[in-house]
RNA sequence: AGGCGCAUAGCUCAGUGGCAGAGCGCCACCCUUACAAGGUGGAGGUCCGCGGUUCAAUCCCGCGUGCGCCUACCA
């Protein structure tokens, strides 16, 4: 067996097994067997910085994923990286001084791919700090044209099943990134906005006075709506009106969805302020009044206005519309306004010709329900944010750093043409397409496509790409593990394409993991300073301990609150283990896996009846993504049973025992201890394979061990095992309580047992006369100590199902017995007499237990101590 | 405004229809040959409140309160 350090030091070992693991293929996916676990990671956004969020979910990913090396499943790890998107685009900017459109769109692309390689550098560096078991053969970066490739298939395919289509519809825009955005890229932002009360004077009637945040809009205006059972407006609908300072003409509507509460009951219609206005619009047929330029201007409708940024447009049209004298009243109302989630803008709603994928909301939620969600109530989200749904999904971008669409527009006659499978990936800019002359009008001159795909294109289809599509038939990942916040976007997308391309959902179960907040208990954010990086705890601590720590913060689907005490406490644990193993070395050699058929005492067998039971447990926890029980259980039993417990008992036999007596020690301590640095492996990967290498083990690394399977023994060594656990441990808290030394020898115990024990095995005294330091005498009987019932203690688990509504009754008549009496009924007859209203009811020995107390001495000093299972007699 | 989740020791969290648990923190004692980064013991609880179901509720049901999240927020 190899050298090992006295302490233990997580950096040391942390570097070293990193780079060990960096050239092996202990993580590879091998891909030629029948229990596959493929998991989708996610591919994060290439920001260079790995926060704890992303520790959080990669953790969980890396739990199950080394879980399931251990049962022998076949296991993909693999890691993306969503590399298009405005961000980088906006960075290249920065740090390069130029504005995109200075440079030709390919040599603006490339400088995007060099910034980003160097993201994801930097990142990936971080997820082996952490010791993420990633398969990096399986790697994939969405801006490689192997991958834009099949997102351009995936569109293509879709296009020609008439899932995408080409249309003018109103979409989000955001003025700042001049772009359209998804409905899913739109979050509303609470500010506090002007609510404006103008009138508009009657072409031939009266005026009606409305409300409005946006006198901005007015150029837009094309119709104004009330409610029609609003008894204020009674008789006006269908009066013309003039709009303040623009003077086009307007008609008054009548629509239910108007909200006679809010301001005047009467509201403008502009095309467009926000959906509800697109909708009016749709279903009233009314004109399009575009008063707002792509970059938040107003345009020419505006006249005197024109070239205004919207904020400037409202104040100026505001105070002429005082001027003027339409404006009656301003107050401040609190808003929720529509923004862009990359750069807060407020959006506007601009009619253009886009490109967009069709929404079927059942088969998405069909989907979504062969789905097994975790923690389960988060299919709800994805459910009603697919109901909210009422606009297709836009997918064109006006941007540069993105997947292409592969097609052209005829210049003669606008016909647009998708490219052929055949011919992807292709750049339309860079080739022409594979047709000469338009289907449509016959013209030859083809104008490319400049818009790209929204990135969500590129990672709606991860759950198929790792999967093999489209060279191997789809069959459902094992996994898709991701945070609450991206159900609407990630998850709700790769249901509505894997539906679309593969009819089949994407995943067998979906993990949903909570947020991280800081030490102090808040969402960590700069302005507070309680932001912790991963890399800062690594550094202090090691990954092993913060691994635990995140495990440990509570189970999955709930938000975890890092803790640096968390941490510390892990760092304790994992020093135990190591203490542990060091000590077991010292008991070890070559032979001792290949001990056979050892004599098992009492200890050794319950031991490995715990450590059965243990992975079990563990296991089924393991299997439900119950990370933060399985630890809890492990740390318990490594603790408490095998470092506290077992190893105290054995002791004696490890360092004097008879070769026989000492190898069934040694085999069962080896078993126990190896058997639980491999459950422990998925939490703390790297001081486990290292503990791994200093005993004398088979395998190379404990990443290529199995999970353990022991022979359990039998229940009712068990309870004889568990009797001498308790009692070793009652004379332990006695000497402690005496101030005796714990090593110190006593004169002799005595023991009384109260259980039954096997014919094959009785109690054995041998360990436990080492480990208390005494002689042990078995005896039977009841102690010659005189001892005094004291107290009836009743389980009202017996009692209940019998007696029912007497229970209450029951149980006072029994705690008011005398404990003499009940004890002696109960060992007599087997049951106890108590009259309850006058009636006389016979009440099952099992359901009481007589708690008794030592009163007097008899000659001899001596303790009685009460264990479980048996009652002792400690002879100092 | 609707939907969902949460509420248990000082803190962070497990848990169960039948006497309430862990880690950390706190107090006291103990260097016992793997480990003082350890061991032993202790203090500390209206299991958010009110009703209901039940022999029995921290657990199941209803209502309420507080916190968090999601969705819609309205001109």
């Known amino acids: 067996m190899t050298e090992m350090p006295e302490t233990y030091e997580a950096s040391t070992i942390e570097t070293r097994w990193r780079e060990a693991w960096r050239d092996s293929d202990v993580y590879r996916y091998q891909g030629d067997s029948d229990r596959e676990y493929i998991i989708d990671t996610p591919p994060p956004y290439p920001t260079g910085d790995l926060h704890i969020g992303h520790a959080l979910n990669w953790l969980y990913i890396d739990f199950a994923a080394r879980y399931h090396r251990l049962i022998g499943d076949d296991v993909m790890f693999p890691q993306g990286w969503d590399c298009h998107g405005l961000p980088t685009e906006v960075k290249v900017e920065e740090n390069h001084d130029i504005h995109r459109t200075d440079v030709p769109r390919d040599e603006f692309r490339q400088l995007c791919i060099e910034h980003t390689e160097d993201q994801i550098e930097s990142m990936r560096e971080t997820m082996e700090q952490l010791g993420f078991s990633i398969d990096w053969e399986q790697e994939y970066r969405t801006m490689d044209p192997e991958y834009w490739g099949l997102t351009q298939r995936s569109f293509v395919e879709m296009f020609e099943d008439d899932r995408v289509y080409r249309d003018e519809h109103p979409v989000n825009w955001c003025p700042r990134c001049q772009t359209a955005i998804a409905d899913a890229e739109v979050e509303p932002i609470e500010r506090e906005g002007t609510l404006h009360y103008l009138t508009f004077p009657g072409v031939d009637n009266d005026g009606i006075e409305i409300a409005t945040t946006r006198p901005e809009l007015l150029a837009a205006c094309v119709a104004m709506a009330v409610d029609p059972t609003d008894e204020r407006f009674e008789d006006r609908i269908g009066e013309t009106f003039e709009v303040p300072l623009f003077g086009q003409e307007v008609e008054l509507i009548g629509d239910e969805s108007v909200d006679s509460e809010f301001g005047t009951g009467a509201v403008m219609i502009c095309t467009f302020g926000d959906k509800q206005d697109v909708n009016w619009w749709a279903e009233y047929d009314l004109e399009l009044r575009t008063a707002f330029t792509e970059d938040g201007h107003l345009n020419e409708l505006a006249g005197e206005y024109e070239g205004l940024r919207i904020p400037e447009a409202k104040d100026a049209i505001a105070a002429d519309l005082d001027g003027e004298g339409y404006l009656n009243e301003v107050e401040p109302t609190d808003q929720m306004v529509g923004s862009c989630w990359r750069c807060d803008t407020p959006i506007e709603i601009l009619s253009k010709e886009q490109w967009f994928v069709t929404i079927d909301q059942d088969a998405i939620l069909e989907r979504g329900q062969e789905v097994d969600w975790i923690p ?20 064109s971008r006006q941007r540069v750093f993105a997947t292409p669409f592969p097609a052209w527009f005829c210049a003669d006659c606008g016909e647009p043409h998708v490219a052929p499978i055949e011919d992807l990936p292709v750049k339309p800019g860079e080739a022409a397409p594979s047709i000469e002359r338009c289907p449509a009008c016959g013209g030859g001159d083809w104008i490319p496509e400049t818009d790209v795909m929204d990135t969500w294109m590129d990672s709606s289809i991860t759950a198929m790409v790792v999967a093999g599509w489209p060279d191997e038939p789809f069959s459902p990942t094992a996994l898709r593990p991701q945070g609450h916040d991206i159900i609407r976007t990630w998850a709700f997308y790769t249901l509505l394409r894997t539906e679309a391309l593969c009819e089949a959902r994407p995943w067998d179960d979906i993990l949903i ?56 406490s ?54 439900e993504y119950r990370f933060d029980a399985a630890l809890r259980q ?21 360092y004097e025992g008879r070769p026989g007596e000492r190898d069934a020690a040694r085999y069962t301590l080896f078993i126990a201890l190896t058997a639980s640095l491999r459950m422990l492996s998925p939490f703390s990967p790297f001081v486990t394979d290292e503990l791994w290498s200093h005993l004398p083990t088979k395998a190379d690394s404990i990443h290529a061990a199995s999970w353990p399977d022991v022979e359990s023994p039998r229940v009712d060594d068990r309870d004889a095992g568990e009797l001498i656990v308790d009692v070793a441990e009652a004379v332990r808290r006695w000497k402690s309580d005496q101030g005796i030394a714990l090593n110190a020898e006593l004169e002799r115990v005595e023991l009384y047992p109260e259980i039954e024990t096997s014919e094959e095995y009785g109690i054995d005294t041998y360990d436990l006369s080492n480990a208390v330091n005494a002689p042990v005498y078995l005896r039977s009987g009841t102690p010659s100590i005189e001892i005094v019932p004291v107290e009836v203690e009743v389980d009202q688990r017996v009692v209940g199902p019998e007696f029912r509504d007497q229970t209450g009754a029951v149980v006072q008549a029994l705690q008011d017995a005398d404990p003499a009496r009940v004890k002696r009924e109960k060992r007599r007859q087997g049951e106890i007499e108590v009259q309850v209203n006058g009636e006389v009811l016979l009440v099952d020995g099992e359901a009481v237990t007589v708690r008794e107390e030592q009163r007097a001495e008899s000659g001899e000093e001596a303790a009685l101590l009460e264990t479980e299972h048996a009652q002792v007699v400690v002879v100092p």
């Open 634 to 654: 492990l740390r318990e039993f490594i603790w408490s049973d095998l470092a506290d417990d077992y190893v105290e008992l054995v002791k004696g036999r490890l």
């Open 513 to 568: 993991n909570g947020m991280v907040f800081g030490d102090d208990g808040n969402k960590m954010s700069k302005s507070r300073g309680n932001i912790v990086a991963p890399t800062e705890v690594v550094e202090e601590y090691g990954a092993d301990a913060f691994r635990q720590s995140i495990a440990l913060g509570g189970q999955p689907g709930s938000d975890v609150q890092f803790q640096w005490k968390e941490v510390k």
């Open 376 to 395: 389960e109530h988060m299919y709800d989200r994805l459910e009603e944010w697919t109901l909210g749904m009422d606009w297709d999904w836009v997918i």
């Open 570 to 623: 892990a760092d304790r644990f994992l020093t135990k283990v190591w203490n542990a193993t060091r000590f077991g070395r010292t008991h070890f050699d070559e032979e001792t896996p290949d001990i056979t058929d050892p004599a098992l005492r009492a200890a050794d067998r319950w031991l490995l009846w715990r450590l059965q039971e243990v992975a079990d447990d563990v296991g089924a926890a393991m299997d």
